[in-house]
Nanobody, 125 residues
């Protein structure tokens, strides 16, 4: 069974940076797709970024150019480097895994197999 544990969230001011981590256990995660989603209060869960087994990456429009997704088999960890944070980035951030995603379906919740508990990011002046 795959277990996902997120960490690295916090409270920051606009313009700051954070790096989120997702520790994966129970499966060799390099063979699968991994992704980050986020959910703000009262809103639907939103796609942030994904990385496939072939290292191809995809990003949501609102984070392109500011966020970078990466993974490392050594610590079996996926990261999300978030730069130039703004108040609209405030949300609970979740990591997830799936078999594969493409440009046409990475944003779909249906293809992802299981989720971590989330880590909170709050951006306020």
């Amino acid at each position: 069974q795959v277990q996902l544990v997120e960490s690295g969230g916090g409270s920051v001011r606009p313009g700051a940076s954070l790096r989120l981590s997702c520790k994966v256990s129970g499966r060799t995660f390099l063979s699968y797709a991994m992704a980050w989603f986020r959910q703000a209060p009262g809103k639907e869960r939103e796609f942030v970024a994904a990385v496939n087994s072939d290292d191809r990456t995809y990003y949501g429009d609102s984070v392109k150019g500011r966020f970078t997704i990466s993974k490392d088999k050594g610590p079996n960890t996926m990261w999300l480097q978030m730069n130039r944070l703004n108040t609209e980035d405030t949300a609970l951030y979740y990591c997830t895994w799936g078999y594969f995603c493409s440009a046409s379906d990475c944003e779909s919740l249906n293809i992802w197999r299981s989720w971590g508990q989330g880590t909170q990011v709050a951006v306020a002046s």
